[in-house]
């Protein structure tokens, strides 16, 4: 059973700092890219940073400079370090992948809230 735990959510002040991490289980976690995504009340869901089974990384534009995607492959978890937060950083951050048979795993996802 393909299992995505998140945890690392919280409460912060602007310009501060979290840090997520997502626990796969159930998968042979080091062969797949995995996803960072965020949803914003009343918005879509937004990819935020991507890194690949070669560690290939790429983030959202907005993200740029501030986030930071890593994996541990011999703890089967992916992290993301988020550092100057602002309060449009604000959003339920969920962990995903797509299996080789094109199939969606999400995570339950952790709350972000950026607020003074």
């Known amino acids: 059973q393909v299992q995505l735990v998140e945890s690392g959510g919280g409460s912060v002040q602007p310009g501060g700092s979290l840090r997520l991490s997502c626990a796969a289980s159930?998968?042979?976690?080091?062969?797949?890219?995995m996803y960072w995504y965020r949803q914003a009340p009343g918005k879509q869901r937004e990819l935020v940073a991507r890194?690949?089974?070669?560690?290939?990384?790429n983030y959202a534009d907005s993200v740029k400079g501030r986030f930071t995607i890593s994996r541990d492959n011999a703890k089967n978890t992916v992290y993301l370090q988020m550092n100057s937060l602002k309060a449009e950083d604000t959003a339920v951050y969920y962990c995903?992948?797509?299996?080789?048979?094109?199939?969606?795993?999400w995570g339950q996802g952790t709350q972000v809230t950026v607020s003074s």
């Open positions: 995903h992948f797509r299996s080789f048979t094109t199939l969606d795993y």
């Open positions: 890194i690949t089974s070669g560690g290939s990384i």
């Open positions: 159930g998968i042979i976690f080091s062969i797949y890219a």
